[in-house]
């Protein structure tokens, strides 16, 4: 009989695998948002989904994460869990629409859970003060009984260093990284069915992100550079912000120190100055290339990637997507 029982389990879960092969054995990634707080129409705020087994996990929430979520043909009301790497507008500014969009009744809310969101300290503040700036709205819907008063609650959790996040298979583990003055900014490596993700969050060089980041076969990390024609004629200027932000030399020593699969970069910081134009992809893809031989992209608004039994695969992807209805 306990026999019979453990075969009936095997394969059980032998045919849930079957029947829902990408749970079984892949992590996708989209890059939602690549940019940084300008204004730029191709590159929204800082955003990245991360959809493992049966979670929908979504790290940072910037400017037009909502409509990025739309084009990926994700719903607001399917996220299991938010995390935010830090307290910076251009990784938060997409909150409040998202909040506001998960409730609607339309095809992207219908949400009727609280939102669970992870980050620093400072996210209890700021949760409660989105949940009293938008009451009033929130009232009126559900009096006009178009959401359900639940999913207007926001639950916070504070982040800490460790395993944060473990459910079905997929764990979370947060680790500081080097974001300057900036205190504290995180890191996030997520593990499931043996694939591993590592997103550096902004940062320059962190031992800890190499440390948390060995064995990652997918490894999203924050760029910044000034054209060298910038930096020879205004070093300090260019040295400000390379103090909390990897220039291309220092991203490729980090490849090099982990060795991912494949990297891409992502919260592209591109510096200019009044006759000086922004340093092109060109230039950064060489920079890179002179330290560091192994695949490496710039991240694109809603690229996504899959990492699975094949290694890490990019899926076709054009720029004409950026502007889509799907």
């Not at 990926?72 to 307290?87: K, N």
């Not at 629409?97 to 700021?126: C, H, K, M, N």
């Not at 200027?237 to 030399?249: I, M, S, T």
């Not at 490496?296 to 699975?308: A, E, K, P, R, T």
Request: aromatic share 8%; net charge neutral; glycine share 8%.
């Amino acid at each position: 009989m306990r026999f019979r029982l453990f075969l009936a389990a095997v394969l059980a879960a032998l045919c849930a695998c079957l029947a829902h092969p990408s749970q079984a054995q892949e992590i996708k990634v989209t890059l939602l948002g690549t940019g940084t707080p300008i204004l730029n129409i191709n590159r929204f705020g800082m955003s990245t989904l991360v959809e493992a087994g049966s979670q929908k996990l979504l790290f940072d929430v910037g400017r037009g994460a909502a409509i990025r979520l739309h084009q990926a043909r994700v719903p607001a009301r399917a996220l299991d869990a938010i995390f935010v790497t830090h307290m910076h507008s251009d990784h938060l500014t997409g909150l409040p629409d998202l909040y506001s969009v998960a409730p609607l009744p339309t095809e992207d809310g219908r949400r009727q859970v609280p939102l669970e969101i992870w980050g620093p300290p400072a996210i209890v503040d700021f949760a409660k003060a989105l949940e009293a700036l938008l009451a009033e709205n929130n009232r009126i819907r559900f009096a006009g009984r178009e959401l359900n008063i639940a999913a207007t609650s926001i639950n916070t959790h504070v982040l800490a260093e460790g395993v944060v996040y473990e459910k079905d298979g997929v764990k979370v583990t947060a680790f500081l990284v080097d974001h300057g003055y900036v205190q504290p900014a995180y890191g996030f490596r997520i593990d499931y069915a043996g694939r591993v993700v590592v997103l550096s969050g902004d940062t320059t060089y962190s031992a800890n992100l190499v440390k948390h980041a060995q064995g990652a076969e997918f490894l999203v990390h924050s760029v910044a550079i000034g054209s060298r024609k910038l930096e020879e004629a205004e070093p300090e200027y260019v040295g400000r912000f390379y103090k909390y932000l990897a220039n291309p030399e220092t991203v490729g020593r980090v490849l090099n120190e982990v060795r991912p699969r494949m990297a891409v970069f992502s919260h592209v910081s591109l510096y200019s100055r009044e006759g000086i134009p922004r340093a092109t992809e060109e230039e950064l893809v060489a920079r890179v290339r002179a330290v560091y031989q192994g695949p490496v992209l710039i991240g694109q608004d809603l690229m996504s990637f899959v990492v699975g039994p094949k290694g890490v695969e990019a899926l076709p992807y054009s720029p004409e997507m950026r502007s889509r209805e799907p």
